[in-house]
């Protein structure tokens, strides 16, 4: 039963650490708090106070103000630097009541600010107050958390079904998404024969076939930095160049044109016949935009969609036929062979072309005619496997890594520094003058502003860092990451090599005109390399 004069007990059981150099003063608070119904753990200084938040953070801290070594100020000031600490209230108990100590306890974020000698209800009603605050308070950071844990929750849908530059804007605005794009490139591609292939399967069948087929074009669309758009039916549409663009989105269309060749090669019908495909290629304007309300697609549609479109369906099977737009952007890269004229419904007459490899390192920027390209590669087949290994190892030209090369050494690095838990740094370097050198003083000296860029990069960078070329004009270079600063400092190596080396380095009639943008991969959010040269590759376009 309780005594005449004894406050009402705290419901709930609240710790409260007392911090108060007198410890006769100290036991009687503690005391109090306890009758309170909270539980009071004592101490007699700031240092000791902050141990016991430490080692088990309370529920409120009661402290004196003026105390030996560290006092209350000096208390509230560690608790509210400290983003662990900061939300644990504080109320000051003094003697003191000067308005200037007040004033600056209140300053430093205490609570309340309560007078010696206090009024055992008055300091209950505070003590009330103040935990039923911090109470509210932590009921409100869990809702945020659970807001936030939605809202990526949701963003990871959104990722799931738009590009991400998409996904972002839908997720800060409902404002109507339509986008014109001056150039992008469009790929569509077609299962041959499928409605007669597919008439006699069951549902499941359809459905697991045209997944497993259409997630390795998935992986594919990822590795080349390139936009999956849709399916349509037996169809996959992907696009390059948008939603943000990026430079060489034609010769990364056309490459994963080729790997969908080889790919297809690995999936076969349940009756265990190949699969075969018809691929179209175009690349022009086109608008883009987001449509539906209660069902989202992210969409794209003109002439050139159109296109695109009839360079599949007039295509033969097992071939990738393109415009000849996008035979002008790839002859300098890739093999191609004229077809001819052909009728295009909506269009009239057409030339068209069948995009049949990618030049080797000798053959990329000599636009040689294509009978003389098909006699070196055939030359090329015809060496030893050890020199083809090479070939596909190292650049020819440069005397760099090659892009496959470098991302299977790269899958090395990444499977150590998981292990050593360490970065790995990397840096695109774009030759943006490259198509002027060669079209100002020839492709020999094209190919010089190459080799003088790769013997840059190799007394630049250390033996152990991985460097290649990844493109006709694009360098990769990726290293041990050893400082907080080292995507700068890998940067500024390069433009300092840059330009000790003059206006017009070695044989050049000009100077070297070299874009950089920097990446990191870490181990605790691991990244794939394809989306990591895709920011890369916008941050290129963002400086251009």
């Known amino acids: 039963m309780k005594r005449q004069g004894e406050p009402d007990k705290l419901p709930g059981g609240a710790r409260i650490v007392v911090a108060d150099d007198n410890p006769i003063q100290a036991r009687f608070l503690g005391h109090v708090v306890e009758r309170f119904g909270l539980e009071a753990t004592v101490c007699h200084s700031g240092e000791e106070a902050l141990e016991l938040i430490r080692s088990d953070p309370p529920d409120l801290v009661l402290t004196d ?32 009541s000067d308005l200037e100590h007040i004033a600056n306890a209140l300053e430093e974020g205490a609570e309340d600010y309560i007078l010696k000698p206090f009024n055992l209800t008055i300091l209950k009603a505070r003590i009330t107050a103040t935990i039923e605050k911090k109470r509210l308070r932590d009921q409100e950071q869990v809702h945020l958390r659970l807001v936030e844990d939605e809202r990526a929750r949701l963003y990871h849908l959104l990722l799931k079904v738009f590009p991400e530059p998409i996904a ?48 390795s074009f998935d992986q594919l669309a990822m590795r080349h930095g390139l936009e999956k758009i849709k399916t ?41 016949s190949p699969v075969r495909v018809r691929v179209g290629i175009n690349t022009g304007p086109v608008v883009a935009g987001v449509i539906g309300k209660s069902k989202f697609i992210y969409d794209l549609w003109g002439d050139s969609v159109n296109t695109a479109s009839r360079m599949e369906s007039l295509c033969l099977a097992d071939t990738i036929q393109v415009t000849a737009a996008v035979h002008e952007r790839l002859r300098d890269e890739f093999i191609l062979e004229k077809r001819g004229i052909i009728p295009v419904k909506g269009k009239g007459e057409m030339v068209t072309y069948f995009l049949l490899d990618r030049r080797s390192t000798e053959e990329v ?10 006699h070196q590669v055939a030359d090329h087949i015809r060496r030893s496997g050890q020199e083809l290994e090479d ?17 299977a050494l790269f899958g090395q690095a990444t499977a150590i520094a998981r292990r050593e838990q360490h970065g790995i740094l990397l840096l695109l370097l774009h030759l943006v003058n490259l198509g002027d050198i060669n079209r ?59 330009r000790d080396r003059g206006a017009a380095p070695g044989d050049l009639p000009c100077a070297l005109q070299v874009e950089m943008a920097s990446a990191r991969w870490s181990p605790k959010q691991p990244v794939e390399l394809a989306d990591l040269l895709r920011r890369m590759e916008s941050e290129l376009a963002g400086i251009t």
């Open 65 to 96: 103000l003026f105390m030996p070594g560290m006092g209350g100020l000096g208390l509230l000031k560690k608790l509210k630097a400290d983003k662990l600490w900061r939300n644990i209230p504080a109320i000051v108990i003094s003697g003191s």
């Open 168 to 215: 972002i804007r839908l997720e800060k605005s409902n404002d109507l998404i339509a986008d014109s794009h001056d150039e992008v490139t469009v790929m569509f591609v077609d299962l041959v024969g499928f409605t007669e292939l597919s008439a006699g399967l069951a549902p499941s069948q359809v459905v697991s076939f045209l997944d497993h087929v259409f997630s």
């Open 365 to 374: 920027g000599l636009g040689a005619p294509g009978r003389q390209v098909h």
């Open 232 to 272: 349509i039916g037996d169809a996959y549409m992907v696009a390059g160049g948008l939603p943000n663009f990026r430079s060489g989105h034609v010769s990364a269309m056309a490459a994963m044109a080729l790997d969908v060749l080889q790919v297809v090669k690995q999936h076969s019908w349940p009756d265990g």
């Open 391 to 407: 070939l596909v190892l190292e650049d020819k030209l440069t005397g760099l890594k090659t892009t496959r090369a470098f991302v």
């Open 440 to 498: 100002r003083f020839g492709h020999d000296m094209g190919d010089v502003a190459l080799r003088e860029t790769a013997n840059l990069l190799r007394e630049t960078f250390r033996d152990s860092d991985l460097v290649a070329r990844v493109g006709a004009g694009h360098f990769l270079v990726a290293g041990h990451e050893n400082s907080p600063a080292g995507s700068s400092i890998l940067a500024s190596r390069f433009s300092r090599a840059l």
